[in-house]
C-alpha cells in the first residue's frame, strides 16, 4: 500500500453520457414504483402551485375586500382561503414524501444489489485493476447520493423550475414592466448556468473519485494495520493519508467555490432586481397604471419565488453529482465480464442473462482428468509484446492423481494453477477438465468441480462452520447429519480439529477475515472448506505453508488419505509434501521444464535438486530428517554456493544418485539471489530455521507479526 504519494485517482471509464441517457439506465431500477414518483412529483407540483395562489388572493384581497366598503364577511372568507392554501400545501408536501421515498429507497436497494451481483461475475482482473475503495464509495456513498435526489433533488429541481416558470407569468400579469425588469435578472443567471453546470461536473466527478481513493487508502491501513505497527510507519501513513485527504479538500472547496459564486449570483441578481422592482412599482402605482393589489401581489409572488430561485442552483449541483453517481454506477456495469459460462452475456448490464452451458459439459460428469495443452497466459495489464508468463505448458493428470508444481518465486505456480477454476483464462491453448475445454462449462459446474485453497487464507466473519461449508454440495446442506458428518470429515483431513476446543466450537464466530485465528489455523479452515466441497479436481496453491513441517505432514498425509479419489494439482514449498504426491512438475520461468516422482527428479534434475535446496524447510534441516521422507536425499546448502550455473549443481554431493544436468539449470538474478539469500540464514543461524509457524501471532514465511 502506499503510504506516502496520494494514489492515482482513476478517471472516467467508458462513453459521455447525457442525463437523459444516465436517467435511462436507472429506469429498470423503478419497475413498479414509477407511479409513485410521478405522483409524488405531481403533488410537489401541486404544493408549489398553491403557494403561487396564496399572492394571487391577496392581490384580490387588496384590490376588492380591503377597498373603502368592503364587507367584513369578504376579508374572513379572504382569510380562510388563504387558510386552507396553506394547509393544502403542508397536506401535499407530506404526500411528496409518502409517495417518494419508497421508489428512492427502492432504487437505491435494486442498485446497490446489481452492483454486487455484478462485482461477483466480474473477472479477478477486474478486481486486480480496481481499488476496492472506488468500488465501496461507489455502492454506498454514490448510491446513497443517488436516493437522495430521487426523493428530493430530482422532485424539488422539477418543481423548482415550474413554479418560476409559472410564477414569471404570474409577475408578467401583474405587470409587464415590473416582469420586464424581474426577467432581466434571470438572463445572466441562465447564462451563467452554462458554465457552471460544466465546471460543476468536472469538480463533482473529481472529488467523488478522489473520495473513492481515500477509501481505498483507509481500508488498506486498516486491513494492513499490523503491517504498518510492526514496520512504525504509522507516521507515513498518516502523512499519505493527509495528502490525499487534503487533495479532497481542495477538491470540495474548489466545488462549493464554484457552487457559491453561482448562488450568489441567483440570490443576488433577484434581490437587487426586486429593489429596481419596487421603486418602478410604487412609481406606476402612484400614476395609476397598476393597483395596489396588483404591486402586492407581484412582491407576494416574488417572495414565493425566492425559495425555488435560490435553491435551483443547489438543485442543479446536486442533479450533476447525482449523474456523476450513475455514471460512476454504470461505468462498473458495464465493465464487461469476459469469463463467463458459454452463452452467457459479457457486456452491458444484462443481469439476467441465463448461462447456455454446453451440453456434454454439463451432463458427463467424468473422472477429474485434468490436462493443459500448450497453455500461455499474459496479465492484462502486461504489455502486449513482453514475453507470456506462461509458455507452452502442457501437463496431464489422470483421475485421482497428485502432482505437486514446484519453482522458485515468481516462476508462475500460483497463476497457472488458477487457471484451472477460470479465475484467469489462458491467451493461446487451453486447460482441460476431463477432456473439455474449462471454457466449455458453464462456470459454476466448473467451479463445483473445481475447488481452490489459497495461502492467503480468506474467511469471513461468519462460524467456522459456515465457512467450512461455504461451496459444500446442497443436497449435503439440505440433511443437517450428512453436512455436520463432512464438517467433521474436512476438519478432521484439515488437522483442524482446534475447532472443537473454540469457546462455541465450530459455531464460534470468527470475527472479520478470521483475524482472531493464526495463520496456520486460518489455513486449515480454508483447506477444510476445500475439501468439503467434495471437488474432483483440488488445487491447493501453497495452502499450508503456515504450518509447522510436522502437522503439514499430517495433513498431506490425510488428504491423500480422504481425497484418493480427487486429483490434486498441489503448489509445494516442502519436500515433505513433494515426496508425498504421485508426480512433481518443475515450473521454471513460466515453463515446465520437467516430470517425474520426487526421486527420478532428485536423481537426475539439478533444477529440481536447485528449487529443492531453496525451500524454506532447509531452516529446518532436522524436521525433515526426522520425517524420513528424504533422508540422505536432500542436498544441503551451503553459504558459497553459487546456483546451479556455477557448474555445481546444488547438492551434489549429497547424494549418490546426484548426477545432475547442470546445463538444464537457467535461473533469473532474482531466484538465484532469494537462494543465497536463505542459505545464508540457514549458515548463520541454523537454530532460526526451526520455527513454529503455527504459533498465533507470527507469520512463518514472512516473520512479520500477525
Ligand atoms: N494480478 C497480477 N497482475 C499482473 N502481474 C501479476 C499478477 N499476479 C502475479 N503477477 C506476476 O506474475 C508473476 C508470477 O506470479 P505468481 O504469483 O504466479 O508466481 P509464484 O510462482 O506463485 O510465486 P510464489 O512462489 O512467490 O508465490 C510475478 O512476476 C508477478 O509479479
Redesign the pocket.
Known amino acids: 500500500m502506499s503510504t506516502s504519494a496520494p494514489s492515482q485517482t482513476r478517471r472516467v471509464q467508458g462513453e459521455e453520457r447525457t442525463l437523459r441517457q444516465a436517467l435511462g439506465r436507472l429506469s429498470p431500477y423503478l419497475q413498479g414504483m414509477r407511479w409513485r414518483w410521478v405522483a409524488g412529483l405531481i403533488a410537489a407540483m401541486l404544493a408549489g402551485l398553491v403557494a403561487l395562489a396564496i399572492p394571487q388572493v391577496i392581490q384580490v384581497l387588496v384590490n376588492s375586500v380591503l377597498r373603502p366598503g368592503g364587507s367584513q364577511t369578504d376579508v374572513w372568507s379572504a382569510v380562510v382561503v388563504i387558510a386552507a392554501l396553506g394547509i393544502a400545501e403542508g397536506v401535499l408536501i407530506f404526500l411528496r414524501r409518502v409517495f417518494i421515498l419508497p421508489p428512492a429507497a427502492g432504487v437505491e436497494n435494486s442498485a446497490r444489489v446489481a452492483l454486487y451481483r455484478r462485482l461477483q461475475r466480474l473477472p479477478?482482473?477486474f478486481h486486480?485493476s480496481w481499488p476496492s475503495g472506488q468500488l465501496l464509495s461507489r455502492s454506498v456513498a454514490d448510491l446513497g447520493l443517488l436516493r437522495r435526489w430521487i426523493a428530493f433533488g430530482s422532485v424539488m429541481f422539477v418543481v423548482s423550475l415550474v413554479t418560476i416558470a409559472v410564477g414569471l407569468a404570474l409577475l408578467f400579469s401583474s405587470s409587464w414592466v415590473l416582469g420586464l425588469i424581474y426577467l432581466a435578472g434571470a438572463i445572466p443567471i441562465m447564462w451563467r448556468s452554462f458554465y457552471f453546470r460544466n465546471d460543476f461536473r468536472a469538480a463533482s466527478r473529481l472529488s467523488q473519485d478522489q473520495a473513492g481513493d481515500l477509501a481505498t487508502t483507509v481500508e488498506e491501513s486498516v486491513h494492513g494495520i499490523r503491517v504498518l505497527k510492526a514496520f512504525g510507519r504509522g507516521r507515513e501513513a498518516l502523512e499519505g493519508f493527509r495528502g490525499q485527504a487534503d487533495t479532497l479538500r481542495g477538491t470540495e472547496v474548489h466545488k462549493a467555490t464554484v457552487l457559491s459564486k453561482f448562488i450568489a449570483l441567483i440570490v443576488a441578481l433577484p434581490e437587487a432586481v426586486l429593489g429596481v422592482a419596487l421603486a418602478v412599482g410604487l412609481y406606476l402605482t402612484a400614476t395609476g397604471e397598476i393597483t395596489v393589489g396588483a404591486l402586492a401581489a407581484f412582491f407576494a409572488t416574488a417572495a414565493v419565488l425566492a425559495g425555488p430561485v435560490e435553491s435551483v442552483g443547489q438543485l442543479m449541483g446536486m442533479t450533476l453529482s447525482a449523474k456523476t453517481a450513475i455514471d460512476r454506477h454504470i461505468d462498473v456495469l458495464d465493465s464487461p465480464v469476459d469469463i463467463a459460462s458459454p452463452g452467457e452475456a459479457t457486456f452491458g448490464g444484462d443481469e439476467r442473462a441465463q448461462p447456455a452451458a454446453h451440453a456434454s459439459a454439463q451432463e458427463h460428469r467424468g473422472g477429474g482428468a485434468l490436462a493443459f495443452r500448450g497453455a500461455q497466459f499474459r496479465?492484462?495489464?502486461?504489455p502486449a509484446d513482453s514475453t507470456p508468463?506462461l509458455q507452452e505448458i502442457t501437463l496431464e493428470l489422470v483421475p485421482g492423481e497428485t502432482m505437486a508444481l514446484v519453482?522458485?518465486?515468481?516462476?508462475?505456480?500460483?497463476?497457472?494453477v488458477?487457471l484451472v477454476p477460470r479465475l484467469y483464462d489462458v491467451t493461446a491453448g487451453a486447460v482441460l477438465v476431463d477432456g473439455t475445454d474449462v471454457r466449455e462449462f458453464d462456470l459454476t459446474e466448473l467451479r463445483r468441480r473445481v475447488s481452490i485453497a489459497f495461502?492467503d487464507a480468506t474467511l469471513f466473519s461468519d462460524t467456522i462452520r459456515n465457512n467450512v461449508l461455504l461451496g459444500a454440495p446442497e443436497q449435503i446442506l439440505a440433511d443437517p447429519a450428512l453436512a455436520d458428518a463432512l464438517l467433521e470429515l474436512a476438519l478432521d483431513t484439515a488437522q483442524a480439529q482446534f475447532a472443537h476446543e473454540m469457546p462455541e466450537g465450530v459455531d464460534t464466530e470468527i470475527g472479520e477475515e478470521g483475524l482472531s485465528l493464526s495463520g496456520g489455523q486460518r489455513q486449515r479452515i480454508a483447506l477444510a472448506r476445500s475439501i468439503a466441497a467434495q471437488p474432483q479436481i483440488l488445487v491447493l496453491?501453497?495452502p499450508l505453508s503456515a504450518l509447522d513441517v510436522r502437522t503439514e505432514e499430517k495433513v498431506t498425509a490425510r488428504l491423500r488419505e480422504v481425497l484418493s479419489g480427487t486429483t490434486t494439482l498441489i503448489?509445494a514449498?516442502r519436500p515433505s509434501t513433494v515426496a508425498l504426491a504421485d508426480r512433481v512438475a518443475v515450473?521454471q520461468q513460466g515453463r515446465i521444464v520437467d516430470v517425474g516422482t520426487h526421486t527420478e527428479l532428485l536423481r537426475r534434475s539439478a533444477d529440481y535438486r536447485f528449487i529443492i535446496s531453496s525451500f524454506e524447510e532447509d531452516r529446518s534441516i532436522e524436521s525433515v530428517m526426522d520425517s524420513g521422507v528424504i533422508t540422505g536425499m536432500l542436498p544441503v546448502v551451503s553459504p558459497d554456493h553459487q546456483g546451479p550455473d556455477d557448474g555445481h549443481a546444488p547438492g551434489q554431493g549429497a547424494s549418490p544418485d546426484a548426477g545432475g544436468d547442470e546445463d538444464g539449470a537457467d535461473f533469473t538474478e532474482t531466484e538465484r539471489r532469494a537462494v543465497e539469500a536463505r542459505a545464508d540464514v540457514v549458515a548463520d543461524n541454523p537454530a532460526e530455521a526451526v520455527t513454529d509457524a503455527d504459533t498465533p501471532g507470527t507469520d512463518a514465511r514472512t516473520g512479520e507479526a500477525r
Not at 379 to 382: C, G, V
Not at 407 to 416: E, H, P, R
Open positions: 479477478v482482473a486486480d496479465y492484462p495489464d502486461a508468463l519453482g522458485l518465486t515468481g516462476s508462475g505456480k500460483s497463476t497457472l488458477q495461502e496453491d501453497d503448489v514449498h515450473l
